[in-house]
């Protein structure tokens, strides 16, 4: 199905299965396609409603008409989302960019939110956010910056398609080499590079997550994420005094991918606890 977004003038690709609670998935991969982690996430329809949406216009468009996307923006179309959908109240389950979002919703519409189960977390302000870049640069070698400059630059010239910088750089974000295959998309590299640069320059919510106090939170960060457990424990979970930390082993940044009936076990058993029937 389709839901227009007046707010931004956007046509959101959504797609609902199963039945019970809902439980919208927020995406690592900011103006790429649903598909990407909807496979890893389908079994949990057997016990809740699965919403995962896309920007459509951002993965087809190389340029957006409409005004740059901010984080603000962002929380309101997730928002105009829940309220065309007729959510009053959801779960969030958010991974790598996705954490990011689903903390300022939360912030912004606290009553609006039962649980949050975070993967991957970037943390809580722009210093997390330069952690994570910095972490990943030293993993990269000179041969792989290089070829990503190249890639980037044939990029930007229309030369190229951005499966072959996923393709590069996704063994740096799974544990295991063996399931990485599958994990290339199509992504909107302009709206990708604004929200980073957003991020870069005023993302800070470090203060504001003291509005969090009454909502359960559950983050499972790989042993071998970009942030390590240890990382997101400063960056993050310091200002979160109710959330618990799991540590995933053999995972890396996308832990939905290296450990996904863990995960899912996971997100299951934190969702349902003290679920209404």
């Given at each position: 199905m389709e839901v227009h977004i007046d707010t931004k003038n956007l046509n959101l690709k959504?797609?609902?299965?199963?039945?019970?609670?809902?439980?919208?998935?927020?995406?690592?991969?900011?103006?790429?396609?649903?598909?990407?982690?909807?496979?890893y996430n389908e079994a949990l329809s057997k016990d809740f409603e699965l919403i995962f949406?896309?920007?459509?216009?951002?993965?087809?468009?190389?340029?957006i008409n409409a005004s740059k996307p901010t984080l603000?923006?962002?929380?309101?179309?997730?928002?105009?989302?829940?309220i065309k959908l007729g959510l009053e109240r959801v779960h969030l389950f958010g991974e790598s960019w996705g954490t990011i979002l689903a903390l300022l919703y939360a912030i912004y519409y606290p009553h609006q939110v039962q649980k949050i189960f975070l993967t991957g977390a970037i943390g809580a302000s722009?210093?997390?956010?330069?952690?994570?870049?910095?972490?990943?640069?030293?993993?990269s070698n000179h041969n792989d910056i290089q070829k990503f400059?190249?890639?980037?630059?044939?990029?930007?010239?229309?030369?190229?398609?951005?499966?072959?910088?996923?393709?590069?750089?996704?063994?740096?974000?799974?544990?295991?080499?063996?399931?990485?295959?599958n994990t290339s998309l199509p992504m909107n590299e302009i709206v990708n590079n604004e929200i980073g640069a957003s991020l870069r320059e005023n993302f800070d919510i470090?203060?504001?997550?003291?509005?969090?106090?009454e909502i359960p939170i559950l983050v499972a960060q790989g042993t071998y994420d970009i942030i390590s457990p240890e990382g997101i424990q400063s960056q993050l979970i310091d200002y979160l005094p109710q959330a618990t930390l799991v540590e995933i082993e053999e995972a890396g940044h996308?832990?939905?991918v290296d450990q996904s009936e863990k995960i899912l076990g996971l997100a299951k058993t934190f969702f349902s606890e003290n679920q209404a029937h």
């Open positions: 959504v797609k609902r299965i199963g039945e019970g609670e809902a439980i919208i998935f927020l995406q690592g991969v900011r103006g790429s396609e649903l598909r990407k982690f909807l496979p949406y896309e920007h459509t216009e951002y993965i087809t468009s190389q340029y603000q923006e962002e929380v309101e179309i997730l928002n105009e989302l829940c722009y210093e997390s956010f330069a952690l994570f870049e910095s972490e990943m640069l030293k993993r400059l190249e890639l980037a630059e044939s990029l930007s010239q229309g030369e190229d398609t951005v499966d072959s910088i996923f393709h590069m750089l996704d063994p740096y974000y799974v544990y295991s080499s063996q399931v990485t295959e470090r203060k504001d997550l003291s509005q969090l106090a996308w832990t939905i």
